[in-house]
C-alpha cells in the first residue's frame, strides 16, 4: 500500500475513538449520554438544514466539516462540559497538542487542510465559524430541552452559565439566538435552569 493512503487510513481508524468519548449531554427522550462523533454528526446535519437563517451567506461545505472535525481533539484531551470552569482553564493546551499529534496521521497537505480548518473554527472569526459555533451551542441545547432540562438541573447550572454560552449563537444566526432564548426562558421558568 502506498504511504499516503496508508496515512489517509490509519486517520480514518483512529478517528473512529471519537465514538467512545462521551458527553454530558444526553440523547433526545432521556436515552443515554451522547458520544462526540453523534454530537459532530447532529450538527453537520442541522447545520445543512439551517444555512438558511445565517447571518451571512456561508460555505456550507465547509460548515459541515468544521462541525465533523471540531471534536476530534477530544480522542486525546477528553471532553471538556461547556460549563467546567476548571477544566476549561487547560482545555486549549489539552486540545492543542491532540491536535498535533492526531491531525499529523495524515499526509503534510490533508494535516494542514484540517488544522487550519480547525483553528479557523477555534477562532471565531469567520462567518463559517461562527455558524458552526451556533449548532455548537443550539445542538445540545434543544437535546437538553427535549430531556426536560435534566441535565441542567444534574450539574445546577445556572442561566448566566447558559446565556454566557449561548449568547454567542447570535454571532452566526440572530433568528437561531431567538429560539435560544426562548427555551432559556422557558426552563428558567420551570426551574430547570437557576436563576
Not at 451556533?134 to 444534574?154: A, C, H, T, V, Y
Request: charged share 35%; proline share 1%.
Amino acid at each position: 500500500m502506498e504511504d499516503r493512503l496508508k496515512k489517509q487510513l490509519d486517520f480514518a481508524l483512529e478517528i473512529d475513538k471519537e465514538k467512545n468519548i462521551f458527553r454530558q449531554t444526553h440523547l433526545s427522550g432521556n436515552g443515554r449520554n451522547e458520544n462526540d462523533a453523534e454530537h459532530a454528526w447532529h450538527m453537520a446535519i442541522m447545520a445543512y438544514l439551517l444555512r438558511e437563517h445565517s447571518n451571512q451567506q456561508v460555505d456550507i461545505g465547509k460548515v459541515m466539516l468544521m462541525c465533523l472535525i471540531h471534536d476530534i481533539v477530544e480522542i486525546d484531551a477528553g471532553d471538556t462540559y461547556a460549563y467546567d470552569a476548571e477544566n476549561l482553564k487547560t482545555q486549549k493546551a489539552r486540545e492543542d497538542a491532540a491536535k498535533e499529534r492526531i491531525f499529523s496521521l495524515l499526509p503534510e497537505d490533508q494535516k494542514n487542510e484540517l488544522i487550519a480548518l480547525f483553528d479557523e473554527f477555534e477562532a471565531y472569526e469567520t462567518a463559517e465559524s461562527k455558524f458552526a459555533h451556533s449548532m455548537d451551542n443550539l445542538q445540545p441545547l434543544i437535546l437538553n430541552n427535549s430531556n426536560g432540562g435534566n441535565d441542567w438541573r444534574e450539574h445546577g447550572v445556572t442561566a448566566a452559565q447558559v446565556r454566557g454560552r449561548q449568547d454567542k449563537t447570535k454571532l452566526g444566526s440572530e433568528k437561531l439566538f431567538e429560539v435560544v432564548d426562548d427555551i432559556i426562558k422557558e426552563n428558567i421558568r420551570k426551574g430547570n435552569i437557576k436563576e
